[in-house]
């Protein structure tokens, strides 16, 4: 933290990502070995991930669709056929010798994300396909490093954006715009803490406004959250400056962020290309994407989180509501729902933001959990807002509903009974014009006096017709139920006749 | 002589003889063979109990004792894994290395009612022609134990020259089931690339390897083929077309075939014995009515350097694996980047480290060497299309230039050379191709060679069968 | 020219250790080798300037690129028969293990 002021206005970090995240597949990308992140050491071993002798890869299609849909989401162009090739190098959690992998010809090429904070676009130049790696614990076997190989053959796509950022804020913000993204294609769960999300960083730096491209970049590696990632940055950032303002060139190297001394340690001078011989990998042909595998991978591709937003927008939502709503993507369902079962798009998402949410961060889960079948909130919905329960009151029989789910009923199974059996024991029920009501059904037997008449004679089956005539009268306000019953009593009050 | 192998099933299948009887009689003679000091050491491991107990099973199960392949002794060569004995590759690495899964050959030969023998010696890794470079000793000629069997399917060869079993699995990169075919006087076919899979087959060089059949005859050989070829889910490079039945022509006789005969595969330097045998071969089958044409391979030449370059280069990543973390021997040291080298170091033979490391070169410091092989292979390859699309139906040619050579022969360059031009332009293609006894020389018999366009086994299998036994 | 620095190189990369007559062999071996296969080499360079960057190692599908089968996402892998016991050369609770890696306390030397 050296730097002078002065001298970090003369500079400008130039940063780029490469992404790692685990798709969500039932099965490794080669091998038929279940994908699960947790259980005793390599006990979803098979000679494949094993790297036995004599054990071949054959390609996970899902991969590949989910490949090709995050490729979609990227905006990126799909490469028809694409190629695998073995990255060679030794390590214990290696189990080949290489890691198969894509280079030359990945899966996709040349997408962009749209930054939503600040419009800018960030280059994704590819997308691919390759293989997880094993554990390596170090505490667990005394005075040896012990190899669990569970993990690897995990489906991973990597994603490297062009270098289109110019600070650690915005690389932040590309990858949880990413996230939300891939979370959203169903690609992957991108949890950082189980590492089904990684990011390493490309750092390097520049004249401020020049586009300079030759100054030497490190890659950080081990980035754990978030926060990490920005703080690493930052720090990179100064310290590529000092370096530079000392007068020694920053070094190509690979660095790793010490969490916990907040430093940055350097792992290893950067490999050239050649030291990883690569090459074509024999035992898988080349990868042909045909029009029936990218049909099938697009087939069920949700709007992007974006895109929906702005349809939000277009139902009469605030800017703020629609981007919350379609953060994730059960959630944006989930008010879609509630929406589909009568509520109004403004009502839906008052409820959905405030008590929906505020139930799910107090239980620390997700919309998916919340105990009220959206049927049942557009219920509670409707009633308010046609006054039949107050607000404070809608709110009361919202709690109860949720503490009657958490308490093991099945509300969603008898949910009128529930809803109203609920609003009759807390004795919330409104009646908010009944005089206006009232007026109406004046208004209505004074106009159809002969019908009324009729009715009152014996032919019972005219009361839907009035009952339409008042609705009719009263106006999409008022509450069917109540209207109803009081429309009964007038014409079965024997003292009008 | 034909179809040895059906009528052995046959015979099991009808309760003529139990498959347990028949091993064990089998064994008796393998156990002769492979004792004292004139043993053939044809194979590196063999177990009596482990022998009868598949006899067994296939006795106690209908749908095995009804099998195609029902109590028929097998051999298989020691770099295919099996569940029930180790499997070495000859190398000091593996030397007690157990597979905890069978190849898919095997499956198939097991789903069969095939019994497995016993493992056979072999070059280290499969990488020679003599199966001298063993670490379990060599493996002599049955014909004549002071000539090598060839290689590097050498024991498999001899396993069934010499009776240890009716058929046998070898593996191919360049000519390694077909020249020690030819040096041991049996049959031995290389499939076209993707009709056999190599799942569990250890591998050296994933684009040339593949399974093929050492058998007596030509008919047994097909047989054998028929029972390990296919798709398999396991191997991406198997290739998903139906099989055909290899038998169906194999009767049909030679009238009516295109044989072309490549003026390039009669170099100088061959032997007068089997320039002799091969022109009396040309000379069976156009009197058996077949068309003899000349025909011109032009990139022949390539063919060798080509495969080489090829060759070391898979076979440096295909080795990457054994390293001593997780199966095989290992050589402990203070770090583990120390043990893989201690135990690589220790455990490779010297020909698999020199080729290990021009591979490591090739990949790293030599780019336009693997811009060439890719092309050379290319143009070779261009040369089987275009003489199986002007009407040659299969090629005729020499397996090997000579008899088998003396164990312990220290080959000249040249003579080394020569052992794989013959056969290795095939496998760059990936063509199938057949090589049968067609005579002998001082009792060392002498091979010839088919080849056949890709897909084409039922055409190579006629035309073999139809000079083995106009030969007879 | 394979010299013996370039052979002390490539077994370092290849991870296996030689004795010093081996790097002798082999970097006479390798030359003479290297040197016989001029004539493929001359082919790639006459078709255009490979590098280690553009080099398509592919050797197999240039004429009739096959397309690569795909598998279902079902789970069911090639069971193994036995434990790693079986095969493994260090297995500990169910570890495969190794000499404790430098970086995290082994010894470097």
């Known amino acids: 933290m050296s730097a002078g002021d002065g001298l970090t206005l003369d500079w400008e970090p130039v940063i780029g990502l490469e992404i790692h995240v685990q798709l969500d597949t039932a099965t490794k990308l080669f091998c038929g070995d279940a994908v699960v992140h947790a259980g005793a050491p390599n006990t979803v071993v098979c000679p494949v991930c094993l790297g036995l002798p004599g054990a071949l890869p054959s390609l996970n299609e899902r991969a590949v669709e989910l490949g090709v849909r995050a490729a979609a989401l990227l905006a990126c162009e799909l490469r028809h056929v694409s190629r695998f090739v073995r990255k060679s190098y030794f390590y214990p959690d290696l189990p080949k010798g290489y890691q198969i992998t894509q280079l030359d010809a990945p899966l996709a090429v040349n997408g962009s994300v749209i930054l939503s904070g600040t419009g800018d676009a960030v280059g994704i130049a590819r997308v691919h396909l390759e293989e997880d790696a094993g554990k390596l614990l170090h505490d667990r076997v005394p005075g040896r490093t012990a190899i669990d190989l569970n993990r690897c053959g995990i489906p991973l796509l990597e994603i490297v954006t062009d270098p289109d950022m110019n600070s650690a804020a915005d690389a932040v913000a590309l990858a949880r715009q990413l996230r939300q993204l891939l979370r959203y294609g169903g690609i992957s769960d991108c949890d950082m803490e189980l590492g089904s999300l990684r990011v390493d960083a490309n750092v390097s730096i520049r004249a401020a406004g020049s586009n300079d491209r030759t100054s030497s970049r490190t890659e950080i590696k081990n980035l754990n959250s978030f926060s990490q990632l920005e703080r690493a940055i930052d720090a990179e950032v100064v310290r590529q400056i000092a370096c530079v303002a000392a007068g020694t060139p920053v070094a190509s190297q690979t660095l790793s962020w010490d969490a916990v001394a907040h430093t940055l340690r350097v792992l290893r001078t950067k490999e050239q290309r050649e030291e990883y011989r690569y090459f074509d990998e024999p035992d898988l042909p080349p990868l042909v994407l045909t029009p029936e595998l990218v049909t099938r991978a697009l087939m069920d591709l949700p709007e992007s989180p974006v895109e929906r937003a702005s349809r939000f927008v277009t139902l009469g939502l605030p800017d703020s509501s629609a981007r919350a709503l379609a953060a994730t993507r059960t959630l944006a369902d989930y008010f879609e729902a509630v929406v589909a079962h009568g509520a109004t798009p403004r009502g839906a998402s008052a409820w959905v933001l405030t008590h929906a949410l505020a139930w799910c961060n107090t239980h620390g889960c997700g919309i998916s959990a919340y105990p009220l079948a959206p049927s049942m909130l557009a219920d509670v919905i409707a009633r308010a807002e046609q006054g039949t329960l107050t607000r404070d009151g809608a709110r009361l029989v919202v709690h109860a509903l949720e503490s009657d789910a958490s308490a093991g009923t099945d509300p969603a199974v008898t949910m009128e009974v529930t809803v109203d059996g609920i609003i009759e024991r807390l004795g919330v029920a409104e009646h908010p014009d009944e005089s206006a009501i009232s007026d109406h059904i004046d208004r209505m037997l004074a106009d159809e006096h002969a019908l009324v008449a009729r009715y009152r004679a014996g032919e019972a089956n005219l009361f839907g017709y009035l009952m339409g005539r008042l609705m009719k009268e009263a106006g999409a306000g008022a509450d069917p139920r109540s209207a109803s019953e009081r429309l009964r009593e007038r014409l079965n009050n024997t003292e009008e006749r | ?472 | 020219m394979i010299d013996r620095a370039m052979v002390r190189h490539l077994a370092d990369a290849a991870r296996i250790d030689l004795a010093v007559e081996e790097v002798d062999r082999i970097a006479d071996q390798l030359t003479d080798i290297l040197d016989e296969l001029g004539v493929v080499r001359a082919l790639g360079e006459a078709d255009g300037a490979a590098t280690v960057d553009t080099v398509r190692s592919d050797t197999m599908h240039e004429v009739e690129p096959p397309m690569q089968p795909l598998r279902a996402d079902v789970p069911g892998a090639d069971a193994l028969i036995g434990t790693a016991a079986r095969f493994a050369p260090e297995v500990r609770d169910g570890f495969f293990t190794v000499p404790l890696l430098p970086s995290h306390g082994g010894d470097p030397a």
């Open chain 2, 1 to 472: 002589m034909s179809a040895r192998l059906a009528r052995l099933a046959a015979r099991v299948a009808s309760g003529e003889i139990t498959a347990e009887k028949r091993i064990r009689g089998t064994f008796d003679r393998l156990m002769t063979g492979e004792s004292g000091p004139d043993r053939v050491n044809a194979f590196i491991s063999f177990d009596y109990d482990t022998t009868v107990a598949q006899a067994k099973r296939v006795d106690a199960d209908p749908s095995l004792r009804t099998g195609v392949l029902a109590g028929v002794p097998i051999a298989v060569k020691d770099n295919i894994c099996t569940i029930d004995s180790p499997t070495t590759c000859a190398a000091r690495i593996m030397a007690n290395y157990r597979s905890p899964y069978d190849a898919t050959v095997v499956r198939r030969l097991r789903a069969a009612g095939a019994v497995i023998m016993g493992k056979t010696n072999m070059d280290e890794f499969a990488l020679g022609s003599s199966t001298e470079h063993s670490a379990f000793g060599a493996t002599r000629n049955p014909r004549n134990l002071e000539h090598v069997p060839g290689g590097s399917s050498g024991g498999s060869a001899a396993a069934v020259a010499a009776g240890f079993a009716e058929a046998s699995l070898g593996t191919e990169t360049s000519g390694s089931v077909r020249q020690p075919a030819s040096f041991c006087g049996v049959v031995g076919v290389r499939p076209t690339y993707g009709r056999v899979s190599r799942y569990g087959v250890i591998a050296f060089a994933s684009t040339l390897d593949q399974v093929g059949p050492m058998a007596q005859n030509v008919e047994d050989a097909a047989l054998m083929l028929q029972v390990i070829a296919g798709p398999d889910a396991y191997d991406a490079t198997t290739v998903d077309m139906e099989v055909p039945d290899f038998c169906a022509h194999i009767g049909d006789g030679l009238s009516g075939l295109v044989v072309g005969i490549p003026r390039e595969y009669q170099p100088e330097g061959m032997d007068p014995a089997v320039a002799r045998s091969f022109a009396e071969a040309i000379g069976v089958m156009r009197a058996r009515g077949a068309t003899i044409r000349d025909v011109s391979l032009p990139h022949t030449d390539l063919a060798l350097p080509t495969y080489h370059a090829i060759a070391s280069t898979e076979l440096s990543s295909n080795l990457a694996r054994f390293d001593g973390v997780r199966f095989g021997a290992r050589v402990d040291a203070a770090t583990p980047s120390g043990m893989q080298a201690l135990t690589r170091g220790r455990g490779f033979g010297a020909e698999t480290k020199r080729r290990i490391l021009m591979g490591t070169y090739i990949l790293s410091h030599d780019p336009a060497l693997l811009a060439g092989a890719a092309r050379g292979r290319a143009l070779v390859t261009q040369d089987f299309l275009d003489v199986f699309a002007a009407g040659i139906d299969v090629l005729f040619t020499p397996t090997t230039h000579a008899p088998a050579f003396k164990l312990g022969a220290q080959l000249e360059p040249y003579e080394m050379y020569m052992s794989d031009v013959l056969t290795v332009s095939a496998a760059l293609a990936g063509i199938p191709a057949i090589s049968i006894p067609i005579g002998a020389s001082h009792g060392l018999p002498i091979g010839g060679q088919f080849m056949a366009a890709k897909w084409a086994e039922p055409l190579m299998f006629r035309a073999a069968a139809g000079l083995e036994s106009a030969l007879l």
